[in-house]
């Protein structure tokens, strides 16, 4: 167990480091237009990327995971919190594994 | 004043602390199904702080892999939060001190940059002390109750449970996405990247930490090019 112990910590700091550091040495103001409206698209193409295929496989069954994807989408749409949403998904690929 | 930064950053988080409930569940499930005991997966879920990287580490720890190795691909799926923290420091009040950095910077994850990257105008550090302190809580009993309830949940909700995480990411972008459609263009020219990275054989040397950073980099460096913000102060302003 010690050495699970050592990984975990290992695995702290390089989550930490890189969350931390452009925030504790970056203090100037970027001033390039440019560098500004790529930095204010980040988010979104970070989640797209992130969810994006890999929602499919994350519950082990491809087609429930597909109604689910459906059914956050929908509820995203018309938009509901983050709660609602994820909760949706959950309960829609529960009841359709039982069909697929 | 303070007082209210911080209340008010702490019912923006609610929503992402209850979104992490579910998720963190799964990772207390895993976690202890794969043999790790209680005490440490709740110490995982408290020191990582973040979803896709300790699930990726704890996988590889009970795969006996080496401390090297454990290290670089945690690594590799987290440097998108540099991107995440460089876009913070610019949001950030210039006046927070360094050691409350250190702190923020703790917090930084998916969902907690992305609602406080939407807010407008500067963040305060109590602001974001608010924001981050529901979903730390959330996160951290999430994988409690995981753990300790463990084998008593039924394979096919602890499944289903596994998709809570890519949902919260759909509620987050799909609002903005559908006001604005070069926010809209960014998300689909980011996925179909990935798509590629992941798809196509020649680049299955890429793994997924990387295929993230690379998707992200691509689209979002194209996006400034092709629909350029009108002007600084109001970043809702985009071209529409």
């Known amino acids: 167990m010690t050495k699970a112990f050592i990984a975990v910590i290992l695995m702290a700091l390089v989550t930490y480091i890189p969350r931390v550091l452009p925030l504790a040495v970056f203090r100037k103001e970027i001033r390039s237009p440019y560098i500004k409206t790529f930095l204010y698209y980040v988010p979104y193409a970070v989640l797209g990327a992130l969810t994006f295929p890999d929602i499919f496989s994350s519950t082990g069954n491809l087609y429930p995971a597909i109604c689910g994807t459906g059914i956050a989408l929908l509820l995203a749409y018309f938009e509901r919190s983050l709660v609602v949403v994820a909760l949706g998904a959950i309960l829609t690929v529960f009841l359709t594994s039982f069909l697929f | ?240």
């Not at chain 2, 409930?21 to 997966?41: D, E, H, K, Q, R």
């Not at chain 2, 995982?44 to 979803?51: E, H, Q, R, V, W």
């Not at chain 2, 981050?132 to 994988?143: E, N």
């Open chain 2, 1 to 240: 004043m303070k007082q209210n930064h911080f209340k008010y950053g702490f019912r923006r988080g609610i929503p992402i602390a209850l979104g992490y409930i579910p998720v963190s569940f799964t990772f207390g499930l895993m976690a202890v199904n794969g043999g790790l005991p209680v005490w440490l997966a709740i110490f995982i879920s408290a020191t990582n702080l973040t979803s896709a990287g300790q699930f990726a580490g704890t996988n590889l720890i009970f795969a006996s892999a080496g401390y090297f190795e454990i290290a670089l691909t945690t690594f590799i799926i987290n440097i998108r939060y540099m991107l995440m923290s460089l876009s913070l420091s610019q949001k950030i009040d210039g006046s927070v001190t360094l050691l409350k950095r250190l702190f923020i910077g703790f917090g930084v994850t998916d969902e907690i940059f992305s609602v406080a990257s939407m807010e407008t105008g500067k963040l305060s550090a109590s602001y974001m002390f608010g924001l981050i302190s529901g979903p730390f809580a959330g996160w951290t009993l999430g994988t409690a109750a995981g753990a300790l309830i463990c084998s008593a949940l039924p394979e096919a909700l602890s499944n289903a449970m596994g998709i809570a995480l890519y949902g919260m990411f759909i509620a987050i972008i799909i609002p903005p996405a559908r006001k604005s459609k070069s926010v809209l263009c960014i998300v689909l020219f980011a996925i179909v990247i990935n798509c590629l990275l992941k798809y196509a054989p020649i680049f299955s040397f890429i793994s997924a930490g990387f295929r993230v950073i690379i998707s992200t980099i691509t689209a979002a460096g194209v996006g400034a090019v092709l629909f350029p913000m009108k002007e600084e102060s109001d970043a809702k302003e985009v071209a529409k």
